[in-house]
């Protein structure tokens, strides 16, 4: 047996007698099912405990998941494995704690209220690898570092300093942001996880067995921001939103580091290095990604083309280089040029 806890905002006003529906519902297929737990609200916040064999409530909670009248769904913990119930009594003990004359329920549901306005900001802030392991009950505090085989992919904004010096503030932050959104979404869609946020950058991980899917996070997000480019007019700065990616695969060290109060769980070696060095050789090339050896190594690449050798900095062996054949990852001006062109936009 299994059971998730998780918070979430209701996606429009709810009147009590519409919760009480919900209850309803969910009692009754509850007890049919052998699912138990507590459903609470607090003006706009559920907060639901469920419990049961997994698979039924696996299928439940898919269905639960998608209702759409909540919305922002954070798990809190996942407890697997477990031998007892801890709520046997209650098909789903609904309480809309707004009703209750209990005063001492008023500190409970504030409680609540402060603990989904602090879990939406802090989601959006931590590495979601932390997320995962809190909310299955471990303590990423604990984790040893590990050797592990992974993809890394480093993705970055193409003159990004240019337009900082030009353009307002508010604007660049736009790019940024239209930037990421896109490059995000690929990344989680193809089943990366993006580690860090850099600037005008990211470090996403992948799964040395998903490697091939980095590719395609790639390709996406090089078709998208080609498409974009191409739907606004000359002047104006989105038409020269670029970015390149460099990908590589081999052994990393995985877990945390800084100091006892401040933590960063990071990925460190070569491989994060030649990653973040190729990404900076795009620039050079005209094509959106770069990769190396390591990353042919995985096998089932489509459209692959070698682009020449190479030998970071502080390295002595060279390195043959791959892009893709694709014409969405060929940029269309050379960077010395895309540099000038955002020069002159701001004139
Ligand atoms: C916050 C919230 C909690 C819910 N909890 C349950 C539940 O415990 N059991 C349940 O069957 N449905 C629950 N529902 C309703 C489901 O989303 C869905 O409407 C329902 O399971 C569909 O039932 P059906 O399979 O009989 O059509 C909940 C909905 C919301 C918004």
Known sequence: ??????????????????????????????ERDGLTGV???????????????????????????????????FVLKVELNLETRAYSDWAMKTVILDDSQDFLMRPVSEM????????????????EKILRSIQLGENPLEEKVMHVTKTILFGDLFGSTTFSEKLESSLVFDMLETFFSIAIES???????????????????????????????????????????????????????????????????EGNVGSVSRKDYTYLGDTVNTAARLQAVTRKVGRSVIFDE??????????????????????????????LTDLAVRLELPYDELKARIRDLAQ
Do not use: C
């Open 1 to 30: 047996m299994k059971r998730v806890t998780y918070i979430s905002r209701f996606s429009r006003h709810l009147t009590g007698k519409e919760i009480q529906k919900i209850a309803e519902l969910s009692i009754r297929n509850n």
């Open 112 to 127: 609540l209220g402060s603990i989904t306005d602090t879990w939406m900001i802090l989601e959006k802030y931590t590495p």
């Open 294 to 323: 390591s990353v042919l190594a995985a096998g089932n690449l489509s459209n692959v083309q070698p682009i020449g050798r190479y030998v970071p900095r502080g390295k002595d062996t060279e390195l043959r280089l791959y892009s």
């Open 187 to 253: 990344i989680h869609s193809h089943g990366g996880t993006v580690s860090k946020l850099l600037g005008d950058g990211l470090m996403a991980v992948f799964n040395a067995d998903e490697t091939a899917a980095s590719l395609e996070a790639v390709r996406q997000i090089s078709a998208k921001l080609k498409s974009l480019r191409a739907s606004r007019s000359a002047n104006d700065p989105f038409s020269l939103l670029f970015a390149g990616f460099g990908i590589s695969t081999g052994k990393v060290l």
């Open 39 to 73: 459903l609470f609200t607090y003006k706009d916040v559920f907060y639901q405990i469920i419990e049961g064999p997994d698979e039924t409530l696996d299928a439940r909670l898919s269905k639960i998941f998608a209702d759409d009248r909540h919305r922002d769904l």
